[in-house]
């Protein structure tokens, strides 16, 4: 009864097409593939652009915690959610130095730095820059998220050596407004057009269960595979519901769902990187495990997110052990 629908699909969207051909319906297609059919796919594709053992692991630290100007209705840091989060300043050098350093011992390869702004002022570029220079002086990648962008700060990021920005659609564009209104997501575009122009790689993705339809999740894929070109890195968050937050109670997605979707970023952005990320901690191995066979191959490794938990090393190293995953 599918095998229609996977000749079609083989017809109009072998993987070597470039992506701005994806369109939503050839997306809404691979979704409503069977399982096992979607898999295969993405293993194959997975398979044509990477090694299928290797994982990427990257460390996160929020170097300016809380007190947000904008409403993300996810986010434990906005202002208006009261989440009971300690506001922090921006973090001295030094802290952020030994926060690096600890990462690359433990092995990450890329340190994402996080901060709570609806976008930096200028006197925040000029400390944000020094922290570039320096965690990338103990060699490792670096990426920061620091929200909208203004005229000439991604080239001074680019200048101090910044690798990837990080900056995400996070949703659908028709669920965007529900989820958050104090930005659009064409302000998003802008910055990751500024972000595109300086010569920075582009890490975005988005967050799944925050009663998104399947379709939503098609769309936001859509966006992502049509960019041109497709960012380098796709975080897949899965929510992480925080108390006081608009979207606490938000229905988890089923979690085959979740692997579907990476297995549709898999197969439309066949050489990104595509990280599972956020929520991690609710998932058992096998569930994990079943992202990597869709196509993930980076994850965000450290026991702290920005502003929760994460997976601690020890258990990621039993994981990559009993799969036998080696890290990048
Ligand atoms: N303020 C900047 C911005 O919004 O771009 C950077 C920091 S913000 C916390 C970075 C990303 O973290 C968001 O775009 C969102 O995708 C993700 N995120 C935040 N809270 C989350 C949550 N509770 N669960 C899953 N992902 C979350
Ligand atoms: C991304 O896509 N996920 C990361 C990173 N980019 C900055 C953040 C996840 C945050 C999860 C909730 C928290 O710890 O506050
Ligand atoms: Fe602020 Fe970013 Fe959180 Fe939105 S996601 S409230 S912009 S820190």
Redesign the pocket.
């Known amino acids: 009864m599918n095998a229609p629908v996977e000749q079609n699909l083989n017809q109009a969207q072998p993987s070597s097409l470039p992506s701005s051909q994806w369109t939503r319906q050839a997306i809404e297609e691979l979704f409503a593939l069977p399982f096992n059919d979607l898999m295969f796919r993405a293993q194959q594709v997975h398979r044509e652009h990477f090694s299928a053992n290797q994982v990427q692991r990257s460390t996160?630290l929020s170097i300016k915690t809380g007190g947000c100007s904008e409403d993300c209705g996810y986010?434990?840091?906005a202002a208006r959610n009261d989440t009971g989060l300690e506001k922090e300043a921006l973090l001295e050098i030094q802290e952020v130095l030994k926060a690096a350093q600890e990462a690359k011992d433990k092995g990450a390869s890329r340190f994402?730095m996080?901060a709570a702004w609806r976008g930096p002022k200028d006197r925040d570029i000029d400390k944000v820059t020094e922290m570039v220079k320096q965690v990338k002086a103990l060699g490792l990648e670096t990426c920061v998220?620091l929200g909208m962008l203004r005229e000439g700060q991604a080239e001074r990021l680019k200048d101090a050596g910044l690798d990837y920005y990080?900056h995400?659609l996070d949703t659908a564009p028709e669920f965007y407004g529900q989820i958050i209104s104090t930005h659009s997501q064409a302000d998003r575009f802008d910055t990751l057009a500024k972000v595109r122009d300086a010569g920075i790689k582009v890490c975005c993705?988005g967050i799944l269960g925050m009663g998104e339809s399947q379709k939503g999740r098609a769309s936001l894929i859509a966006e992502l595979a049509n960019m041109n070109p497709p960012p380098e890195s796709v975080?897949i968050?899965n929510l992480?519901p925080i108390p006081g937050t608009p979207l606490e109670n938000a229905e988890p997605i089923d979690p085959f769902d979740f692997v579907r979707t990476i297995a549709v970023a898999r197969i439309t952005m066949p050489t990104s990187y595509v990280r599972l990320?956020?929520g991690r901690e609710v998932m058992n191995d096998q569930l994990q495990a079943l992202c990597f066979l869709a196509g993930a191959n980076s994850i965000?490794y450290g026991d702290k997110?920005?502003?929760?938990g994460n997976n601690e090393e020890d258990r990621d190293a039993a994981l990559f052990n009993r799969l036998g995953i080696t890290a990048i």
């Open positions: 996160l986010c434990s840091q994402c996080g998220t990080n995400n993705g975080p968050n992480v990320s956020a965000f997110l920005l502003t929760t």
